[in-house]
């Protein structure tokens, strides 16, 4: 008996991957696939716990009814997602671009307020 593996098997541990097609009728992963990734596993766990924290702000951007069941649906959906074993990179990131159009408005208007409040405690002080 030889000790070598088996011609058709492969093992991958560790790292990360970037477009990896594996396999015999070429299978595809697109996006990043993390084998054994600790760290990996306590981002997704800061993401989800963010995420749950931040949803009634998230939907409150939105200015109308419409804009915030929008917002509600596309935030419940990333949360499903993210509760699987293996959530799905794509859905993920494509729900989340939703979920940014209405939010970069905001995010560059909180920007500005804050570097107003910056120059005004800088060059006034605090009052």
Same mark, same amino acid.
């Given at each position: 008996?030889s %000790?070598? #593996?088996?011609?058709? %098997?492969?093992?991958?541990?560790g $790292?990360?991957f970037? =477009?990896?097609?594996?396999?015999i $009728?070429?299978? !595809?992963?697109?996006?990043? !696939?993390?084998v $054994? ?5 306590e981002?997704l766990?800061?993401?989800?716990? *963010?995420?749950g924290?931040?949803r009634? %702000?998230i939907? /409150?951007? *939105? =200015?109308t009814?419409k804009g915030?069941s929008?917002? *509600?649906y596309?935030v419940h959906k990333i949360?499903?997602e993210?509760?699987?074993p293996? #959530? ?6 494509s729900?989340?671009? @939703? !979920? @940014?159009?209405?939010?970069?408005p905001? /995010? *560059?208007t909180?920007?500005n307020?804050a570097?107003?409040t ?6 006034? =002080?605090? =009052?």
């Amino acid at each position: 008996m030889s %000790s070598t #593996p088996d011609r058709n %098997s492969i093992k991958v541990t560790g $790292g990360t991957f970037n =477009g990896v097609a594996l396999g015999i $009728g070429r299978t !595809v992963q697109h996006g990043a !696939v993390r084998v $054994g990734d600790v760290a990996a596993d306590e981002q997704l766990d800061r993401l989800r716990i *963010a995420l749950g924290d931040a949803r009634d %702000s998230i939907v /409150a951007a *939105a =200015g109308t009814e419409k804009g915030r069941s929008e917002l *509600a649906y596309e935030v419940h959906k990333i949360e499903e997602e993210l509760a699987e074993p293996k #959530p799905d990179a794509a859905n993920v990131r494509s729900r989340w671009a @939703q !979920v @940014q159009k209405v939010l970069d408005p905001l /995010a *560059a208007t909180t920007k500005n307020i804050a570097q107003i409040t910056n120059l005004v405690t800088t060059l006034f =002080g605090l =009052g």
